[in-house]
């Protein structure tokens, strides 16, 4: 198809790359074609048309289980005269999205299951990325130039959604176990700033994530038990007339069904989760494509003193019962229309929505009695109408407009038993609050020559809960110097709302008993993105890409009751939550720089590696207006991963893999503690005025993964080993402090942590 109207293109030529015998075919009048008996192992093919560049895809991983279902965009020529040199696989200095001019790498769902410690996660696979940086190993949060993860988007299928991960925090953009499952998912994008006029109400990164279409000709099946749970998908035709298919996938938690069998880990705690995911794709000959999909999934996390002995509890003088349950889902459904061979039009309606149930009963030593000590209960959800128009004017002018309205529907009750007061203090207590936000952008490619291509556009947003507005400028430009290199440069304005919760935080006034919404009126918070851009494919498969950046940050929310170091600049992976605080003012300015370098060889003669390094720094201000670094500025991150293939047996239809990855970063800021005072106030009581001074040593890690892979007729498995942190390398987290001992005590990232897990296709 068309990289731009997503209109099919008809007679393409398409061929089977590094093969004896030449094997090839051509598109029918729909865009499609068939490749069959195609020997398994990774694969390549050439697509070819005149009037467009050829389009090359690489490291097509063809199994004995399952047919492999593409979709391949094609760009179209200024001028049809002259040769483009393709001298890499799929074009990977480039996003799948067009309208993308810098900061950006397109990756395929292979890739988060090839690099050792990603786990199948999306998150954790970009964390190996030139300026994208992990803070904690149990959780999936990714830290993009220094910025919060607050500043990340999520967005799938088109639209945005919420957080969808497992075990998630109030208002947070990662968790522990990502709901989005690498089976299901197809060539996808993310971007780590100055982004195109099409996204907003972010300001760090974008996951642009597309679920890949099922098999639209046979029913295939997949089974898979690993970390991540026991898994079962299944996808086919449902109707091979029109070409329509289904795709469904869902996962049930391990530590559950280990529970369930009698089996124990050795810890109190029980998580549970499950998730599924679908995806419809129907076709037709004059209405259209419609598509519906959907994601969800559930998780709990008990840790219950109730159940233990005294002398076991969680803390000496009481018990605690902690329960913490968390939901997330959403559903959308899409119209593609062609009015004609220029212009489109895309209709997205979709709902999604989250919940957290979350609350701490402590327990009497002397009547075993429990007691509420603080709860927190809140379900958000959001309704979401998306038109875009696109029109291909020619190959030179490309046009693109939409607009999308989005109702929030929010409701909360959170409050903590005060020993103070002696009565439950709140700090959300809303029932069917609504707000709605609008958003709308205009976009402008001029392609005047093969070798230049410029992208221009605007993005305006309001809150219509408080009626705070940006417009918002975005330009880019790329240009290739040579057959082998590029130069990119982008600038953009950026802004994001607030979590939701802080617009309906009730602050308490002691003297009056009373509540009041101090933070309803907060505006935007706003920064401005320059990056230049180089990127050198010195080699056929081989590249080099470096990246400047600068980011200025303002109207970060900061506190006006006092002056302190807070600000929304460092808020976003608390493992507890994001903090509540109140009167709140937009005066808090930051800023972002540093330079990128990646070193990468794509998988070709059986191998491949990465390499990528960042050194960049962070600082913010908060209301007592002095410059401290922001808690995100580990000053540097450095990745090395590298992976081998052999090919065993006579038909060469099995395979060994070995892949390893090596990361070095600079450690976790934090704030130093006063021991007296925290003795005193038997809290942790921490140097406001140092805040973020001190930082954790270095930190370091090392991942290997072992993999096997057997095709038998008809059917394909897997089995692999994995071992995180192979050198029980000690990291420190945090600090926190011991009421019981009135000692500051370290926390450690993961030690050791060895895993494996089993897959089938069929």
């Known amino acids: 198809m068309d990289v731009d109207s997503k209109g099919s293109i008809v007679g393409a030529n398409i061929v089977l790359l590094n093969v004896d015998t030449l094997q090839g075919t051509t598109s029918d009048a729909n865009g499609n074609f068939r490749l069959e008996k195609i020997a398994v192992g990774r694969r390549g093919i050439k697509v070819s048309m005149v009037g467009y560049e050829d389009a090359v895809v690489n490291n097509i991983i063809v199994t004995s289980g399952k047919e492999v279902v593409l979709n391949i965009e094609m760009q179209e020529k200024v001028y049809t005269t002259g040769t483009i040199e393709v001298v890499a696989e799929t074009d990977k200095t480039k996003a799948n999205n067009d309208l993308v001019s810098v900061s950006a790498r397109n990756f395929q769902a292979e890739e988060t299951g090839r690099y050792a410690g990603s786990r199948g996660d999306p998150s954790k696979m970009v964390a190996n990325y030139a300026g994208v940086s992990s803070g904690n190993d149990a959780r999936n949060d990714i830290i993009v130039r220094g910025n919060s993860p607050l500043g990340v988007l999520w967005r799938l299928e088109g639209v945005d959604i919420p957080n969808p991960n497992h075990f998630s925090a109030q208002g947070a953009t990662g968790g522990p176990i990502s709901m989005l499952n690498n089976n299901i998912l197809g060539n996808s994008d993310f971007l780590t700033g100055a982004f195109p006029a099409e996204y907003g109400n972010k300001t760090a990164a974008v996951f642009d994530i597309k679920l890949r279409n099922g098999n639209n000709e046979k029913n295939e099946f997949t089974g898979q038990l690993g970390i991540n749970g026991v898994e079962l998908g299944a996808e086919g035709p449902i109707s091979k007339k029109n070409g329509s298919s289904f795709l469904f996938n869902y996962r049930y938690s391990t530590l559950k069904v280990f529970n369930q069998l009698g089996i124990r880990f050795g810890v109190s705690a ?34 219950l003193d109730s159940e233990l002995k005294p002398s076991d509890w969680s803390y000496i003088k009481k018990g605690e019962d902690l329960v913490f349950k968390t939901s997330m889902g959403a559903v959308g459904v899409s119209h593609l229309y062609f009015f004609n061979s220029q212009l489109s039009g895309k209709l997205i309606l979709s709902a999604s929505g989250t919940g957290l149930d979350a609350y701490i009963d402590t327990i009497s030593p002397a009547t075993k009695q429990l007691f509420m000590d603080r709860k927190n209960k809140s379900t958000e959800i959001n309704s979401i109408a998306n038109y875009t128009l696109t029109l291909k004017r020619n190959a030179h002018h490309l046009f693109k407009a939409g607009i999308t309205y989005q109702n929030i529907f929010f409701n909360a009750s959170s409050y903590t038993y005060s020993t103070v007061y002696h009565q439950y203090i709140y700090s959300l207590n809303v029932n069917n609050s ?10 402008w490619q001029w392609r005047p020559t093969e070798k230049l291509t410029t992208n221009a556009g605007l993005h305006y947003q309001v809150l219509l809960l408080n009626h705070t507005a940006a417009l918002e400028p975005r330009i880019g430009m790329r240009y290739q110097v040579t057959k082998k290199q590029n130069i990119n440069l982008a600038f953009g304005m950026h802004s994001m709302t607030q979590p939701t919760i802080y617009y309906f935080y009730d602050s308490y006034n002691p003297s009056t008993n009373t509540y009041y919404k101090s933070n309803r009126n907060l505006d935007l918070t706003k920064s401005e993105h320059a990056i230049l851009g180089y990127d050198f494919n010195f080699a056929k498969n081989f590249r080099l890409k470096a990246e400047a950046y600068y980011q200025y940050l303002h109207n970060a929310p ?15 992976t608390a493992l507890e939550g994001i903090p509540l605080v109140d009167s709140l003012t937009n005066k808090g300015t930051g800023d972002n720089y540093g330079i990128e370098l990646t070193i990468e060889k794509f998988f070709s003669n059986h191998y491949y590696f990465l390499m990528t390094s960042s050194v960049y720094d962070s600082e913010y201000k908060g209301s007592n207006g002095v410059t401290h670094k922001t808690s995100y500025n580990g000053g540097y991150v450095f990745n090395a991963l590298a992976g081998y293939e052999f090919s065993l047996g006579a038909n060469k239809n099995k395979f060994i893999t070995f892949d390893i990855k090596y990361t070095q970063a600079g450690g976790n800021r934090y704030t130093p503690m006063d021991l007296e005072k925290s003795k005193i106030a038997n809290k942790a009581i921490y140097n406001d005025d140092l805040a973020y001074s001190e930082r954790y040593k270095d930190y370091s890690r090392f991942d290997v993964k072992l993999a096997y892979k057997s095709n038998r007729k008809k059917i394909a498995q897997l089995v692999f080993v994995t071992v995180e942190n192979i050198f029980n390398t000690e990291n420190i987290l945090r600090e926190s402090y011991n009421t019981e001992s009135q000692t500051i005590q370290k926390e450690y990232q993961l030690g050791l942590f060895p895993y494996g897990g089993y897959r089938i296709e069929f």
């Open 270 to 303: 029980s998580p549970e989760y499950q998730d599924l995911c679908f995806k419809l794709n129907i076709p037709t000959p004059k209405l259209g494509v419609f598509t519906l999909w959907g994601i969800g999934g559930k998780s709990k996390l008990s840790l």
């Open 558 to 572: 900061v506190q006006t009751n006092r002056q302190s170091s807070f600000s929304m600049i460092n808020v976003g």
């Open 434 to 443: 609504m707000a709605s936000l609008v958003q709308a952008f205009v976009h």
